[in-house]
């Protein structure tokens, strides 16, 4: 724990009060005469553990930008969007040995996978496995309940969760650039006041030339390589306008984007 702690260059002093914390401090529960076994190391329920154990894991990062892990105290996800079978088992192979260097016992029994795919026809996954366990794969009803995404939608969660079906896709109409002329103005007056206007940066996973997220399932036949709302949130504000090319013989669609003026606008 210290040396982590030397590596985030934070100040000796701290770091001797959480060694000291953390040693010769036995705990034990006494109920009706009878004791538990005796324990050294960070107390249970302490405010502060939770803390410690967060910058002891800090350094379990993910060696691939489409593989986030997302980590609150001892519970982690591992959020995929590279659609590919090597990469994700790469991924939970780090996460595996990371455990492993920093003696932490990993519950295969209490890890599961989760596959969001709103595709017609998804392609077929290969089971994930750690060590020699195959993972559970399950399935999650609530992110399929439209009550709980809006919710979590107004939570400002929106870039985790599946977009609610094919409405996700809208023809870019007149109305359409209004909206982002509207919106174009909003964003005038927040720079002028000061006010912090997000999204800040367009989305790596929507970006030009790449393929559709699974995640956004099939788009309607008749709405490709026809002109759409963008949908990433950073394009909103700005004059531009998306197409999706079929890709027949991938299963795929590729993501384009062309500026818009008011006269290409029918």
């Known amino acids: 724990m210290a040396k982590k702690l030397l590596k985030m260059n934070l100040n000796p002093h701290p770091i001797l009060w959480v060694m000291s914390f953390l040693t010769d401090r036995p705990q034990w529960v006494r109920y009706k005469g009878h004791c538990s076994t005796t324990k050294t190391n960070s107390p249970q329920g302490s405010v502060v553990s939770p803390v410690l154990f967060t910058l002891y894991t800090n350094d379990c990062q993910s060696n691939c930008p489409e593989i986030t892990f997302i980590k609150y105290s001892d519970d982690t ?87 609610t079906g094919t409405d996700v ?21 927040k720079d002028t006041e000061g006010e912090a206007r997000e999204p800040r940066a367009p989305n790596n996973d929507l970006e030009a030339g790449k393929s559709l997220p699974m995640i956004y399932g099939d788009p309607p036949p008749e709405m490709l390589n026809d002109p759409l709302e963008d949908l990433d949130p950073f394009y909103k504000s700005q004059k531009v306008r998306g197409f999706l090319r079929d890709l027949t013989l991938v299963q795929n669609c590729i993501i384009l984007r062309h500026s818009v003026a008011s006269a290409s606008v029918k």
């Open 169 to 189: 896709f809208r023809r870019f109409t007149p109305e359409s650039l209004a909206e982002i002329e509207r919106r174009m103005e909003e964003n005038k007056l």
């Open 77 to 163: 996800v591992i959020v995929d969007s590279s659609n590919s079978d090597d990469k994700l088992q790469s991924a939970v192979s780090q996460f595996q040995q990371c455990c492993e260097v920093n003696f932490l016992d990993l519950n295969v029994e209490k890890t599961k996978e989760i596959i969001i795919d709103f595709r017609r026809e998804p392609s077929p996954l290969r089971p994930l496995t750690i060590g020699a366990k195959t993972v559970e794969r399950v399935e999650d009803p609530l992110l399929r309940d439209p009550g709980v995404v809006v919710s979590l939608r107004n939570a400002k969660m929106a870039r985790l969760l599946p977009p």
